[in-house]
């Protein structure tokens, strides 16, 4: 069998959502999506020996932000990033954007929406995870260029913005409400 980034981060996250996540060999995770960051082009792949693809800035980098939680809660934080935030965030800005609006997967590529989704949450999670809330140097060092490049939130978990996962979430504990 042979592992995937989308798989991956799905199978993941359902972990943690049921609160399983011990599950996972969650060293050898970091590990495995550490390594589909190609230096050369900063991007992730999605699969060992494939070329990269900007929709994998979310699927394996939405992974990171996790596994950094699962380690910390397990009394093992990672004292430094699994992945290079900034390298990400160029690979999007100069090879995915198209002239004409929207994101591609690589260089070559036609635009469409799915990419476009997924490039933008990636863009977002690499962004605001892990950061100092309200350290404006921190915020400065997180976005490559100008801070006008800076992108809402996007909760690693759910894909959405924080709070409108917020508010899915306090819904949801409201009672009669399905659970």
């Known amino acids: 069998m042979e592992a995937h980034g989308g798989y ?47 929709c994998y800035s979310f699927w394996v980098g939405g992974l990171f932000p996790l596994i950094e939680m699962v380690l910390a809660n397990d009394g093992r934080p990672h004292k430094e990033l699994l992945c290079s935030r900034k390298a990400l965030q160029s690979y999007v800005l100069v090879c995915c954007q198209s002239g004409k609006g929207g994101l591609f997967d690589k ?56 709070d409108r996962a917020a508010a899915a979430l306090a819904h949801f504990k409201r009672p009669g409400t399905m659970r």
């Open 8 to 54: 991956s981060y799905c199978a993941f996250t359902a972990l943690v959502m049921m609160g399983k996540e011990k599950l996972a060999d969650v060293d050898a995770l970091a590990r495995w999506a550490s390594r589909r960051q190609l230096r050369f082009e900063g991007g992730f792949q999605g699969r060992t020996n494939k070329l990269v693809d900007a």
């Open 107 to 162: 260089p070559g590529k036609g635009r469409d929406y799915y990419h476009t989704c997924y490039a933008l949450s990636g863009l977002s999670v690499m962004q605001h995870f892990p950061w100092i809330e309200g350290d404006e140097a921190e915020e400065e060092r997180r976005v490559l260029g100008q801070l006008a490049n800076t992108l809402e939130a996007t909760h690693p978990l759910f894909n959405i913005r924080l």
